[in-house]
């Protein structure tokens, strides 16, 4: 298209040295890292965990001085393979609790990472502190606890039947829930998974991809991950899902943690006492979404998956999904360059979720399915449909902001493109589906690539807040190492 008129905001880039020439596959983020600082108290700041092309596992933080890379290893020696970590999730787990060995001193269990990679393999990484005490010299003669950390690898899921593409985090209380009807033939796939223990704690689930399977991983308090079931996709003809039906990405919608299945589709009828919902998602080669319903049973403590809805979504493979909870919004994207924004909507078959959709081209302009051309302020032209060489694959997406009325993500390309999205829910349209995809800003890894696809291929993305409003810093993992790009979204 033609050159359009662009927002422009303050931005700049900034490189990481000490990651030149690696390939960064993955993030993870813990729970309230990379908050803007206001005050000059700065201390190690860890802003996110890096997964490798390599299997390494690397921590990011921030100082004082600068940006600080340092490698994860395993505290008793235990040596990765050099297979690419392909998803990661930060769980959040019981919190800092306590245990107790027969011959050995207390320890507590601070953070946990899990890593799914090309060695077919869920790997648990939990960070623990190990108690020595000591006598202090003080007025009161108070003992204190001084606490070492490390890192060690205390479970390895698997093997699966194939890479571990993606990885999902369920937590979740025991809530009532009643399955009224079965799955259709289309959406078959479904489990009931006992729960060993009749007590009401907190339950934690991990999903994990291997082929056209999902591994469903059960946790109870203090206590190993389980496997329980195996979710298996089959192909379809109807649905034009006749080869490969091979899986590549996950979500859950999350209902603040309660679990509670509200309603499926026309083909499974659930009821529950609340009005929330708790879902899974997950999509991959054949274009095809899938989705299950989620809960826990206060009565049995079985977590239950039926399967109670699939979809033809993209032409080829969907690369990403992003659910957001606060605008009711299920975002996917995948190589046939479509951005499809869908209106969360269980009580409808999932064909009839309203849409918008939008493809972009490889410089970062948005192409309607009425073939109209789309700048970042909103502005159209009329255009043909473009040839596919200027139609790049999204690979891969992140939050940067979320409320009720607007999403903003950021969108990595295989053409080295980054670009800052907004989907604005505008209640003064007039439609079923009031809603507006505007490209906000555009960043290139290849400064003078200007979108040509002969740069680096952009593998992870995820974005912590800067210090100023509005200010935000895109982490961009890809094929020849780390960019941090820092800019101001434009309100």
């Given at each position: 298209?033609?050159?359009?008129?662009?927002?422009?905001?303050?931005?700049?880039?900034?490189?990481?040295?000490?990651?030149?020439?690696?390939?960064?596959?993955?993030?993870?983020?813990?729970?309230?890292?990379?908050?803007?600082?206001?005050?000059?108290?700065?201390?190690?700041?860890?802003?996110?965990?890096?997964?490798?092309?390599?299997?390494?596992?690397?921590?990011?933080?921030?100082?004082?001085?600068?940006?600080?890379?340092?490698?994860?290893?395993?505290?008793?020696?235990?040596?990765?393979?050099?297979?690419?970590?392909?998803?990661?999730?930060?769980?959040?787990?019981?919190?800092?609790?306590?245990?107790?060995?027969?011959?050995?001193?207390?320890?507590?269990?601070?953070?946990?990472?899990?890593?799914?990679?090309?060695?077919?393999?869920?790997?648990?990484?939990?960070?623990?502190?190990?108690?020595?005490?000591?006598?202090?010299?003080?007025?009161?003669?108070?003992?204190?606890?001084?606490?070492?950390?490390?890192?060690?690898?205390?479970?390895?899921?698997?093997?699966h039947t194939g890479w571990v593409k993606d990885v999902a985090y369920f937590k979740c209380m025991p809530v009532s829930v009643s399955l009224l009807g079965s799955a259709s033939a289309s959406a078959s796939a479904s489990a009931t998974i006992v729960h060993p223990h009749p007590h009401p704690h907190p339950t934690e689930i991990l999903?994990?991809?291997?082929?056209?399977?999902?591994?469903?991983?059960?946790?109870?308090?203090?206590?190993?991950?389980?496997?329980?079931?195996?979710?298996?996709?089959?192909?379809?003809?109807?649905?034009?899902?006749?080869?490969?039906?091979?899986?590549?990405?996950?979500?859950?919608?999350?209902?603040?943690?309660?679990?509670?299945?509200?309603?499926?589709?026309?083909?499974?009828?659930?009821?529950?006492?609340?009005?929330?919902?708790?879902?899974?998602?997950a999509a991959g080669v054949d274009g095809r979404i899938h989705i299950w319903g989620l809960g826990l049973n206060k009565d049995t403590l079985a977590l239950e998956l039926p399967e109670v809805d699939v979809t033809a979504a993209h032409d080829g493979r969907v690369n990403k999904m992003l659910i957001c909870n606060e605008a009711n919004l299920l975002i996917s994207v995948g190589n046939d360059s479509m951005i499809q924004c869908r209106q969360i909507s269980f009580g409808l078959i999932f064909d009839l979720w309203p849409l918008k959709s939008v493809?972009?081209?490889?410089?970062?302009?948005?192409?309607?399915?009425?073939?109209?051309?789309?700048?970042?302020?909103?502005?159209?032209?009329?255009?043909?449909?473009?040839?596919?060489?200027?139609?790049?694959?999204?690979?891969?997406?992140?939050?940067?902001?979320?409320?009720?009325?607007?999403?903003?993500?950021?969108?990595?390309?295989?053409?080295?493109?980054?670009?800052?999205?907004?989907?604005?829910?505008?209640?003064?349209?007039?439609?079923?589906?009031?809603?507006?995809?505007?490209?906000?800003?555009?960043?290139?890894?290849?400064?003078?690539?200007?979108?040509?696809?002969?740069?680096?291929?952009?593998?992870?993305?995820?974005?912590?807040?800067?210090?100023?409003?509005?200010?935000?810093?895109?982490?961009?993992?890809?094929?020849?190492?780390?960019?941090?790009?820092?800019?101001?979204?434009?309100?």
């Open positions: 298209p033609a050159p359009q008129s662009q927002s422009q905001s303050q931005s700049r880039r900034v490189e990481v040295p000490s990651l030149s020439g690696i390939g960064i596959t993955s993030f993870t983020t813990p729970k309230g890292a990379g908050a803007a600082r206001h005050d000059n108290n700065w201390e190690d700041d860890v802003l996110y965990y890096i997964g490798t092309k390599r299997g390494k596992l690397k921590e990011l933080s921030q100082s004082a001085t600068g940006v600080i890379c340092e490698d994860i290893l395993d505290a008793d020696g235990e040596l990765l393979k050099p297979y690419p970590i392909y998803a990661m999730v930060h769980l959040e787990g019981e919190g800092a609790h306590e245990h107790e060995h027969e011959g050995s001193a207390s320890s507590k269990v601070t953070e946990e990472i899990a890593c799914g990679g090309g060695d077919r393999y869920l790997t648990i990484w939990s960070k623990t502190e190990d108690a020595a005490t000591s006598s202090a010299e003080n007025e009161d003669e108070e003992v204190r606890s001084r606490w070492s950390s490390n890192w060690k690898i205390t479970s390895k899921l698997g093997p999903f994990s991809i291997g082929c056209n399977c999902i591994e469903v991983w059960r946790k109870e308090v203090r206590g190993p991950w389980t496997h329980y079931l195996k979710l298996q996709v089959e192909s379809c003809a109807e649905q034009g899902a006749t080869l490969s039906s091979d899986l590549l990405c996950l979500g859950v919608y999350y209902d603040n943690g309660t679990g509670t299945i509200k309603s499926a589709s026309a083909s499974t009828s659930i009821s529950t006492s609340t009005s929330t919902s708790s879902h899974l998602f493809s972009m081209t490889i410089d970062g302009y948005l192409q309607h399915q009425d073939s109209s051309i789309e700048s970042g302020n909103g502005n159209g032209n009329d255009s043909k449909v473009l040839p596919s060489s200027l139609l790049p694959r999204l690979v891969c997406m992140c939050v940067v902001n979320e409320t009720a009325e607007r999403v903003t993500i950021a969108l990595g390309s295989s053409s080295g493109g980054v670009f800052i999205v907004d989907i604005i829910i505008n209640k003064n349209i007039k439609s079923t589906f009031p809603l507006q995809i505007e490209v906000q800003q555009k960043f290139f890894l290849e400064e003078s690539d200007g979108g040509s696809g002969n740069g680096s291929v952009v593998h992870a993305l995820t974005s912590s807040r800067g210090a100023k409003d509005q200010e935000y810093n895109i982490h961009i993992g890809h094929s020849k190492g780390l960019v941090i790009w820092n800019t101001e979204l434009i309100a």
